[in-house]
């Protein structure tokens, strides 16, 4: 059977191929978890689609999704495609003038919202959008919608014997049409259009399923957005195309529930997921008293030796084997059990994973596989496979993507996963993609044996008045996987010596306080003790103890406020704005130059 060259062509094929297996999509209402059928999943993906075209949109139309992770959007995603529009993706915690932006620049002429919230946000802007004429709501919300998502499959439905050809012409999409526009997260300026063909996100999702081994029997627990470039190809299109049933989680509050409840196989995340999970470990281990945390640290200990052999394919020595079925059972079980207890392994993404946690993780028997892509290309480069796994490093690089290291370090790449420009802007398209087809991903890496291990991003470089470089993405992530430190950046580009703010991780704090007779309430007060302030500064200075003086922060800055998406110190993917933390600290930043 001749491969799908297209999303819609995916789908078709994945519905018929796993039509008698597990259901296609999850999610819980009223308490309860539901399954959609495939069939019952092509049924909707139909009504919606012929639904969109008795509103008068047509094959080429950009359609925006505005709303969290639900069967909803996957079947607008599918509608969407299926009648040949290019959807336009929108996280949903973006204020009312970044929908603006998005919208008006990709001219979208109807958006999927999800409630009341993001119809209201959408009302305040829908004056400036003159191309916008159809907003359609999951749920219904009163009268800010022009249609609902049922009226919606209801209008389709009765229109059927109007569109006959609907399933051959969505099957004779061209491979080079226009699927889908995904805004970059605009770390450094407005958001770009990132335009994406089926041909990229099919092959991209096609050669990662040649990696990442899931199949009808698992169950991927979609807990990223969405909206983000990652879930919808490796939680989405890959899972779909692979078999497995995508369960919603309810909220990210709920992740803890909903593993607990779903018993997932596999789920993608972000490495803070992994390091908050991390850091519970340790401050479950180091509070419960002196015996428990020898046994953590000699379960630790033997873990990680039998880790590194089986990290090198070596034989594993019967009375290390017999040590680690020990600590096996009295640490790493619980955390197992806590996943569900039947995860086969995790996705890491979008930002770098302190090796410490990989191996932390590998060693309980919970692979994470860390991968490396961005939007621009659609978004997989590369991604550990889960037999020979390389800590440290993202992976080895997709069949037919290509890979190069320029003279400066940057990571070159080119495929047929590589966008097809920006929208509307041939300007930032030259500057990225060069004239031999290689785009400029930006970050700083090295290709060892196949496996691909970045250092940092090119941008974020730091360099001293001295003319020393230092990566500060590595050096952040050591000081994060600390117990009491929850967030951390390191600055100091053209000064005399790097400097690294930290947000304290509270709880942790306040436990260490009260055995010292220094609690307090109010977590500012706390910060400002001298012992607090002290232990601070060692919890960094010990992480980092192996760095060289030049790359040791001189001074560390304690910071009340995490960086959030919320308070505009992170991107919606969760990337730091550098330029944003220095304007809103530039008095203490300032003082430590004095």
């Known amino acids: 059977m001749t491969a799908p060259q297209t999303l819609a062509q995916l789908f078709f094929d ?4 796993f039509d008698t297996k597990r259901a296609a999509l999850c999610y819980k209402a009223d308490g309860k978890w539901h399954d959609i059928t495939h069939q019952e999943l092509a049924r ?11 509103l008068g949109i047509n094959p080429g139309d950009r359609v925006a999704i505005l709303a969290t992770n639900r069967p909803e959007w996957a079947i607008a995603d599918f509608a969407c495609l299926t009648i040949g529009c290019a959807d336009v993706s929108i996280y949903p915690n973006l204020v009312p003038h970044q929908v603006q932006h998005i919208l008006g620049d990709s001219g979208a002429s109807a958006i999927f919202v999800e409630d009341g919230d993001q119809l209201m946000k959408v009302a305040q802007i829908r004056s400036e959008l003159p191309a916008l004429k159809h907003v359609i709501a999951f749920d219904p919300s009163g009268d800010l919608a022009s249609v609902t998502f049922q009226e919606l499959a209801q209008l389709g439905e009765a229109a059927e014997s109007k569109y006959p050809e609907y399933r051959d012409d969505a099957l004779a999409i061209p491979s080079d049409a226009l699927a889908a526009l995904i805004y970059t997260s605009g770390t ?44 919808r ?92 079925g020990i600590a096996d059972r009295l640490v790493f079980s619980k955390l197992r ?54 800590v440290g490093t993202v992976g080895v690089v997709l069949r037919g993507v290509e890979v190069k290291i320029a003279a400066d370090g940057e990571i070159l790449t080119r495929g047929p996963n590589l966008m097809q420009g920006y929208y509307r802007n041939l300007e930032k398209t030259r500057e990225a993609i060069d004239d031999s087809g290689w785009f400029h991903t930006g970050d700083i890496g090295e290709l060892n044996d196949g496996y691909l291990r970045i250092t940092d991003r090119k941008k974020d470089i730091i360099v001293t008045a001295g003319g020393k470089n230092i990566a500060p993405q590595p050096i952040e992530n050591r000081v994060k996987a600390s117990t009491f430190i929850s967030n951390a950046v390191m600055l100091g580009d053209k000064r005399k010596f790097p400097i690294i703010l930290v947000v304290p991780e509270a709880r942790a704090l306040k436990n260490w306080a009260k055995e010292r007779s220094l609690a307090h309430d109010d977590p500012p007060a706390l910060y400002k ?62 003082a430590c130059y004095e």
């Open 14 to 17: 994945s519905i018929e191929r």
């Open 44 to 54: 909707r993906v139909h009504h919606i689609g012929l639904g969109l075209r008795e």
């Open 188 to 231: 450094t300026g407005k958001p770009k259009g990132v335009m994406l063909s089926h041909g990229n996100l099919t092959s991209n999702a096609l050669a990662s399923l040649e990696i990442l081994p899931v199949g009808p029997d698992d169950v991927c627990l979609s807990v990223l957005p969405l909206s983000h470039a990652l879930e």
């Open 233 to 324: 190809t490796a939680g989405f299109y890959v899972m779909f195309g692979g078999g497995a049933t995508i369960a919603y989680a309810e909220d990210f509050d709920s992740i803890r529930r909903n593993l607990s409840e779903v018993k997932p196989t596999v789920m993608l995340a972000v490495p803070r997921l992994f390091e908050k999970m991390y850091a519970k470990v340790l401050e479950r281990a180091f509070s419960g008293g002196a015996l428990k945390k020898r046994v953590f640290l000699w379960a630790r200990r033997t873990a990680d030796h039998w880790a590194d052999l089986r990290l090198e394919g070596l034989p594993i020595p019967l009375g290390l084997a017999l040590r680690y």
């Open 337 to 390: 059990a806590q996943t569900g207890g039947r995860m086969r392994f995790f996705v890491s993404g979008a930002a770098p994973l302190l090796p410490e946690i990989a191996k932390f993780f590998f060693a309980a028997r919970l692979p994470v596989l860390e991968g490396y892509g961005l939007t621009e290309t659609s978004p997989v480069i590369s991604v550990n496979p889960l037999k020979k796994p390389r």
């Open 529 to 590: 003790l001298p012992d607090v302030t002290a232990k601070i500064e060692r919890e960094v200075m010990v992480t980092l103890r192996d760095l060289a003086s030049y790359q040791m922060p001189k001074k560390v800055v304690i910071v009340e406020e995490d960086f959030t998406v919320e308070n505009g110190a992170l991107t919606p993917s969760l990337k730091v704005k550098r330029h944003v933390i220095e304007e809103r600290y530039q008095d203490l930043i300032e």
